[in-house]
Every structure is written in structure tokens, then in C-alpha cells.
């Protein structure tokens, strides 16, 4: 089992930033490539990044792509996700996500965070 935590959203005008966090425990960290998706109200799980077990290899999705970077600390059990020039419609609940580090880079995660608001306003 994986437990993951996310933490560092909130209310942030456009063109502000937020760091996301996504804690991890349990199993060890780094068998696990990590993601970061997104649920906007009415709108279908979007995937927003992805990470490999060692940090070397990321994807962004081209609607973030250019504002947004994933990183992770296999020392401290933790993912990030950096987000700046932050837009309305990025406006969402985002989730951390883990899958065995083997699936990277079509993850199928097998654990999911609870998932942490972002509201940007206009």
C-alpha cells in the first residue's frame, strides 16, 4: 500500500503560481513512476504530468506545457508539481497518483491522493 497526500492548493489570482506537494509513505517511493491529474467541475480526469522513478524523464500536457514542471525528492517521499502564470482554467481538483515505476510513460496508477483545490480567478 501507498498512502499519498497532497497539500498547496488554494485561491490564487491569474498569473499567480502554487506549488503543489504530494507525500508519500509506504511502500518505497521510488519503485513508483508519480502523475499529477486534474478534475474540473463537468469535466472528464485530465492528465496534467508525469514523472519517472528517478526524475529523469517528464511529460507535460501541452495545455500547461511551457507554465507548469514535475519534480520529485526520492529522499523525502515527495512529488511536486510547480505552476505559474496560472489561468481561470486551471481552475480544478488536483490529484497525485502512483503507478509501478515499469508503466512509465502510459501510467495506470494503482494509488490515488485525496486530491487538493486550485481556484484561480480572473
Known amino acids: 500500500q501507498v498512502q499519498l497526500v497532497e497539500s498547496g492548493g488554494g485561491l490564487v489570482q491569474a498569473g499567480g503560481s502554487l506549488r503543489l506537494s504530494c507525500a508519500a509513505s509506504?511502500?518505497?517511493?521510488?519503485?513508483?513512476?508519480m502523475g499529477w491529474f486534474r478534475q474540473a467541475p463537468g469535466k472528464e480526469r485530465e492528465l496534467v504530468a508525469t514523472i519517472s522513478w528517478s526524475g529523469t524523464n517528464t511529460y507535460i500536457a501541452d495545455s500547461v506545457k511551457g507554465r507548469f514542471t514535475i519534480s520529485r525528492d526520492n529522499a523525502k517521499n515527495t512529488v511536486y508539481l510547480q505552476m505559474n502564470r496560472l489561468k481561470p482554467e486551471d481552475t480544478a481538483v488536483y490529484y497525485c497518483?502512483?503507478?509501478?515505476?515499469?508503466?512509465?510513460?502510459?501510467?495506470?496508477?494503482?494509488?490515488w491522493g485525496q486530491g487538493t483545490q486550485v481556484s484561480v480567478s480572473s
Open positions: 497518483a502512483a503507478a509501478p515505476k515499469i508503466q512509465y510513460p502510459e501510467l495506470r496508477p494503482d494509488y
Open positions: 509506504g511502500r518505497t517511493f521510488s519503485s513508483y513512476a
